[in-house]
């Protein structure tokens, strides 16, 4: 059964900013980028919300990047990641990625940097869960969406990530097989510590280094904002 996306305003998202809650001291602000002119169009968190790597499109009609978002940078207290990706057109290959590790690269695999580095994907129009070490070709959870241009939006917070409309959700709180957030295991990096999450745009998280994930890129996405709760 393929799940129809419906578009969603980001716009009409960025109006209902102000008039959402602060969890403690958790910012109210936003990030948000349009990857087809290849520009941050605001960043009032820039604290929790970073670019760390930004390129051409291997389609060439599209930047890519990849975000980290700090849920405990600056000293804030936020535990969830609001995120909203939209497509423009069909897309092509691999269009986002979303981890707890900076060398997530899509097919569960990754590099050693954390123990813990559970990472969603899509790739064309099937989104996968994976969870940690799984192995890869049998992920956690996997679904067809039809995303021509059209819009999803993702929660992320510590064992638990939703999607949608139409909404569905994925929590692990017993088996801790999910997000780690906060990641404090004895032998995560200490650089990594903390409430970390990466997010690849028309790429995965780390296509940079590693031979197998050198052609783990695509092309599709066109805006993505991001805001804290």
Same mark, same amino acid.
């Given at each position: 059964m393929r799940s129809k996306a419906r578009t969603l305003s980001l716009s009409l998202a960025l109006g209902l900013i102000a008039a959402g809650a602060a969890h403690a001291a958790c910012p109210? %602000?936003?990030?948000?980028?349009? /990857?087809?002119?290849? !520009? +941050?169009? /605001?960043?009032?968190i820039p604290g929790q919300v970073s670019v760390t790597t930004s390129g051409a499109s291997?389609?060439? !009609?599209?930047?890519? !990047?990849? /975000?980290?978002?700090?849920?405990l940078g600056s000293g804030a207290t936020c535990t969830r990641a609001n995120i909203v !990706?939209?497509?423009e057109g069909l897309p092509k290959d691999w269009t986002l990625n979303i981890g707890d590790s900076p060398t997530n690269n899509g097919f569960a695999g990754d590099s050693g940097t954390t123990v813990n580095d559970a990472e969603l994907w899509i790739l064309n129009e099937r989104m996968s869960i994976a969870n940690n070490g799984l192995s890869p070709d049998n992920p956690l959870y996997g679904?067809?969406?039809?995303l021509t241009d059209s819009s999803l939006a993702f929660?992320?917070?510590?064992?638990?990530?939703?999607?949608?409309?139409?909404?569905?959700? /994925?929590?692990?709180?017993a088996s801790k097989q999910l997000f780690a957030l906060p990641d404090n295991d004895a032998a995560t990096a200490a650089s990594e510590? %903390?409430?970390?999450i990466y997010v690849?745009?028309?790429? +995965? +998280?780390?296509?940079?280094t590693g031979a197998a994930s050198l052609g783990r890129r695509g092309c599709g996405l066109r805006r993505v904002m991001v805001t804290l709760q």
């Open positions: 109210t %602000g936003a990030f948000l980028a349009d /990857l087809k002119i290849g !520009a +941050v169009l /605001l960043n009032t291997v389609c060439g !009609a599209a930047r890519e !990047a990849v /975000l980290k978002i700090d849920l !990706a939209e497509w679904q067809d969406l039809s929660v992320v917070k510590n064992q638990y990530v939703s999607w949608g409309q139409p909404y569905s959700f /994925l929590q692990t709180p510590k %903390g409430s970390k690849g745009l028309n790429r +995965v +998280v780390d296509s940079i």
